[in-house]
């Protein structure tokens, strides 16, 4: 299961070491950055994104966006 987190630009700016060790470790997989409740950018280990990125070369177009969806439906911790 992926593991998710919300956080602000705001403390993304001022923990930022601690978010880079944090995708080092795996925990969490992603940090979703929200501003006024709304997603603005996803940050993420760089093995983490090549994988996507292979997934979605290698995959027909109805499976790769089933993946995307089931990403985009994973929980998601609160800050």
């Given at each position: 299961?992926?593991?998710?987190?919300?956080?602000?630009?705001?403390?993304?700016k001022r923990e930022l070491n601690k978010?880079?060790?944090?995708?080092?470790?795996?925990?969490?997989?992603?940090?979703?950055?929200?501003?006024?409740?709304?997603?603005?950018?996803?940050?993420?280990?760089?093995?983490?994104?090549?994988?996507?990125?292979?997934?979605?070369?290698?995959?027909?177009?109805?499976?790769?966006?089933?993946?995307?969806?089931?990403?985009?439906?994973?929980?998601?911790?609160?800050?």
């Amino acid at each position: 299961m992926m593991i998710l987190e919300l956080i602000s630009p705001r403390r993304l700016k001022r923990e930022l070491n601690k978010v880079i060790k944090n995708l080092e470790k795996g925990n969490p997989d992603i940090y979703i950055v929200s501003r006024k409740g709304k997603r603005v950018a996803y940050v993420m280990a760089p093995d983490l994104f090549m994988d996507w990125l292979h997934r979605v070369d290698h995959a027909d177009s109805d499976e790769a966006i089933r993946a995307l969806r089931e990403q985009r439906s994973a929980p998601t911790k609160a800050p």
